[in-house]
């Protein structure tokens, strides 16, 4: 069977706009109750400014608790060579940073023109590679900007490239705003596998308009088998909660399992970590399949 | 841009289970609502007997009362010779038999086994069109069967075979407990295209693990344009209320436009259609992207 990294966000995407402060030792229940699921990686924090993100400022105590476990890929956000210095005080293993395809999308969220944040990236990426540290790239806003519609295929390519070139390991391509298609994905990938091999590449959905699997499907076509989600859909859900956030790692694995993919994770684990994350984060949490898998659950459990 | 027709089936499909008995005045206000969408084809209701489904009892004075537009494809469902004759005496311009692909589902179903209700068929298929009317076959539990597991294509091919042969006009592959992946999808289309056209299939996909839409993206590439659907999901719901029956026409749509293929059929109109469905069930529908499509619309209508 084909093996499918998912690569689990909630510490990091899920929370980081959540309004309280959750505590770091709820944190890293979750992130042992990752590990326990089998998830093999996990994006656990982000060295944002703690003054921005407070959110994030439990950053190097998360990255210090974090269950010891040598077969799962850690990773942290750092925004820049600052954020950089404190995630290898830290002991991050592996960085990822964040290149919004716009020049509007980096003005809002950094203050930054496109140009500066690729020169950022760049210099971080050189910075953490010379510190013998993974280091890897978003795309951000990659098929659809919300201030500056839709974004041409060529200028991901393009960030692709100057990324790759720096020394990025990977680039996870990101509909941020929920806005991409299969014919969108297909269009894309189209141009990115013509310089690239799909090892490099790395997805992340989100399910705004419930098209997150479908993405999937058509990226693993494109031959791209690594995935961003987040348990129960934990983040970002600018419209009605739990219906359009990150996608659902409960989704992507029942579908990663019933069409052939070999994941590692269990499904009952991920159960276990969506009630969980409803218990930390105080939200009622649940992915598409969610009604459909507890009826199963419950079905097997009444079996028995 | 290519067409896509979509089927509204919430008429039939979406309420045969429903509890309360809803009022013929309330279903033809929905029919007008469908053809106020823009819907080009409605299967309106089933000429079962009325003992066994007493939702479908108005079935004749519903087709009597179906709003007069030519553009508009019309069809109900037919069991077998008895209501074909009811059919017919209705003005009926189009009947769809089912069949399922397997013997247990037949027996629990109707209580025939699967060669006596492929000679049911059969007969009802000659008999419809010597009579003129236009006759069509659902291929029910075509991907997985709730007693007997897997249906393997090469079953649903020799049924699909045998009812074309009897003068089927369309077949419509229908996942009725929502067990499909695309890769179960891709298998069987494979198969049936050896023989077949595209244009005789229709694929009518039920939302329970929110596989539906990458399943008609599946079906889109095996080039079947045609898809049944349900406004808000309305519909058979073995889990949770609004998530798991028919595929949402409001998702459909969605989806269809925003792939590029062109349908006739308005958002906002379907949005009304979800309101009346509720209204007339009393049921909370609305498909999987209902939060984003609401919350899009208020957007909209806040910058008029």
Not at 33 to 45: H, I, K, Y
Not at 228 to 239: A, K, N, Y
């Amino acid at each position: 069977m084909q093996q499918v990294t998912i690569n689990e966000v909630g510490l990091r995407d899920g929370l980081q706009m959540h309004r309280s402060i959750v505590p770091v030792e709820d944190k890293l229940r979750l992130a042992q109750a990752f590990v326990d699921a089998g998830l093999r990686a996990v994006e656990a924090t982000s060295f944002v400014s703690p003054k921005a993100v407070p959110q994030m400022a439990d950053a190097a105590e998360l990255v210090a608790g974090l269950p010891d476990v040598e077969s799962v890929d850690y990773s942290v956000l750092v925004p820049n060579q600052k954020g950089l210095t404190r995630a290898l005080a830290a002991g991050a293993r592996a960085v990822n940073l964040v290149l919004s395809a716009t020049d509007t999308m980096n003005e809002k969220n950094i203050g930054l023109s496109l140009s500066e944040t690729r020169a950022t990236c760049v210099a971080t990426i050189q910075e953490a590679r010379a510190n013998g540290v993974e280091a890897n790239a978003y795309i951000a806003v990659a098929f659809d900007c919300p201030y500056e519609g839709r974004v041409e295929p060529p200028v991901v390519a393009e960030l692709t490239n100057e990324m790759v070139e720096a020394g990025a390991g990977r680039v996870i391509i990101a509909d941020t705003i929920g806005a991409a298609d299969p014919v969108k994905v297909r269009s894309l990938f189209e141009i990115l596998l013509r310089r690239h091999s799909p090892d490099i590449f790395a997805c992340h959905y989100h399910d705004t308009r419930a098209f997150a699997l479908c993405n999937v499907w058509e990226s693993l076509q494109a031959g791209v088998m690594r995935f961003d989600s987040s348990v129960g859909g934990l983040g970002g859900c600018p419209f009605s909660p739990g219906a359009s956030g990150n996608l659902a790692t409960e989704d992507l694995v029942l579908f990663l399992h019933q069409c052939g993919y070999e994941t590692g994770v269990s499904l009952d684990g991920v159960l276990e970590c969506v009630k969980l994350a409803r218990e930390v984060s105080g939200r009622e949490l649940g992915g598409r399949s969610m009604a459909y898998l507890t009826a199963k659950r419950e079905r097997e459990n009444g079996q028995h």
